[in-house]
């Protein structure tokens, strides 16, 4: 990895944790560290689970319990066990727990402000531009890429979520009885295999390779969640298929598509994808798409 960029990361984080407070244990001026606060605000209006909640932070259980207990202390929140599973833990704010959070929120906003204020309108535009962007990209680097069962509950939610809007953007609506679906079996190994891409633990995407035996192998059911679009996911399915495709010894990766999905249309031509003529008897294909391949070198 470049050492130029890993500096740049590091002089980036030094500069962000110093401008924003967090290297203080008193957080925008209150009692507590910005684990606490941070917690406070992702409990929200409704309450959360403990267990999601700890996910989505990716945060060690026992700081967590530790956090908790603290804003408990304080009377800011109350965990309770839901009745139907006493295992399941659920966080609330209490009266005082809204007034804090209402409090903290205030006062981030008058940290954003202090942030832009020493600025001119163009440097404002920059930096909120530059924001969006890393906010992008460190988003798009915490999606992990896992190899799973094609039976597995996070798989067969993409795969409805796929169906279903297919079934809206398709001219001729989408019926999986007459799709060449391929059954679970060519989804998994030897025969093939079937990944999900997972935010904060989430589901959010999928994409299943067949390795036919003596054929090129084709990518299947590749789905992006609408709310992850423009993180790079599609072309990252597109680049880890291509790996594993090449170590399993093709030279050859095809894929078909319907013309309504012309944004994954426009990512094939781009990642090295030519059209071809027909190559099955899929009724909802319109374009068909072959890449040349090439093994992983050795060592």
Known sequence: MDTVQIDQVRQFNRTVTERVGVLHDHYLGRDRPIGAARLLWEIGEEGQDVRQL????????????????????????????????RRVRTVRLTDAGHA??????????ELAGSLLEPLNTDQRARLTAAMAEVD??????????????PDHPDAQH?????????????????????????DAGELRPPRGLFLVARLHREPVGCAGLKLPPGAPAEIKRMWVA???????????????LD????????????????????????????????????????????????????APPLG
């Open 226 to 240: 609408p709310r992850t679009r423009g993180l790079g996911l599609g072309r990252r399915f597109l680049t880890e």
């Open 54 to 85: 700890r996910e989505r932070l990716a945060l060690d259980s026992g700081y967590v319990s530790r956090l908790l207990r603290s804003l408990e202390a304080d009377g800011l929140v109350t965990v309770e066990p839901q009745p139907r599973d």
């Open 158 to 182: 993409c795969l409805r979520s796929y169906f279903a809007e297919v079934q809206q953007r398709f001219e001729t609506g989408f019926d999986p009885a007459r799709s060449l679906l391929p």
């Open 100 to 109: 804090e959070r209402a409090m903290l929120d205030g006062r981030s906003e």
């Open 136 to 149: 992008r990209l460190l988003t798009a680097a915490t999606v992990t890429l896992d190899t799973v069962d």
């Open 243 to 294: 790996a594993l495709a090449a170590q399993q010894g093709c030279d050859v990766l095809r894929l078909d598509t319907n013309k309504a999905l012309t944004a994954a249309i426009g990512l094939y031509h781009s990642s090295g994808f030519q059209e071809v003529a027909a190559f099955n008897d899929e009724p909802y294909a319109h374009h068909w798409f072959e890449k040349r391949i090439t």
